[in-house]
């Protein structure tokens, strides 16, 4: 792929409903550039380059997918809403989002709760600075990384699909993780492995039919 859809800047943009921004990338480049309230349409990161999205709390579209290479997330904080309104990420088979060092709470949330919705299709999460997630599906996923998911007061952690899911980033049960395996090796194997060290004062439930092993 080429370097399409160059967007650098600093001004704010407005991303309007059912639209979609694709920016396909072979090289490194980052999108320093806040969306306006009321951005609800859809920007997908394709080609093998690494996007990285600017910092300080700057609001981002409602829907991200990740379909190739590597999207950065820098900036956030704890207790906001970085998305606007209840924003879905998506990172599909054969990408990456990660969360920047340096940048706790990338996408906003707390222990109280966290708006956004992520679906992990085969991709990978790698969380370099701790991040609370409520809603969280793993489907073959990798969640790796040299900092922590963090679990709210209203998880909903549900491990789907086909492949085994293998978490090695530490697992920090602030609230009460709830952990739902489906079977998705239709066998007696490993449906979910977690490998990172799992902390925190609050509890571990698992539902479903899957088998969770935790070795961290």
Excluded: C, P
């Amino acid at each position: 792929g080429g370097t399409t859809a160059d967007l650098l800047g600093t001004g704010a943009t407005t991303q309007a409903a059912n639209t979609i921004l694709r920016i396909t990338r072979s090289d490194a480049t980052t999108l320093n550039r806040a969306f306006t309230a009321g951005s609800t349409g859809t920007l997908v990161k394709t080609g093998a380059g690494n996007l990285t999205l600017g910092g300080g709390f700057q609001l981002l579209t409602r829907n991200l997918t990740v379909n190739g290479g590597t999207l950065t997330v820098t900036g956030g904080g704890f207790g906001g809403n970085r998305m606007d309104g209840a924003g879905v990420v998506t990172v599909n088979s054969g990408a990456t989002l990660v969360g920047a060092a340096g940048s706790a709470h990338a996408f906003g949330g707390s222990d109280s709760g966290m708006t956004e919705s992520f679906t992990i299709n085969g991709g990978t999460l790698t969380l370099n600075q701790e991040q609370y997630f409520s809603n969280l599906t793993l489907n073959g996923a990798t969640v790796n990384g040299s900092a922590e998911m963090r679990s709210t007061n209203a998880t909903n952690w549900a491990v789907t699909g086909t492949t085994t899911t293998i978490v090695s980033a530490r697992v920090n049960q602030v609230g009460t993780a709830n952990w739902n395996v489906s079977d998705v090796t239709a066998s007696a194997a490993e449906d979910l492995i977690i490998s990172g060290q799992i902390t925190g004062g609050g509890a571990l439930t698992k539902t479903g039919t899957g088998t969770l092993r935790a070795t961290g």
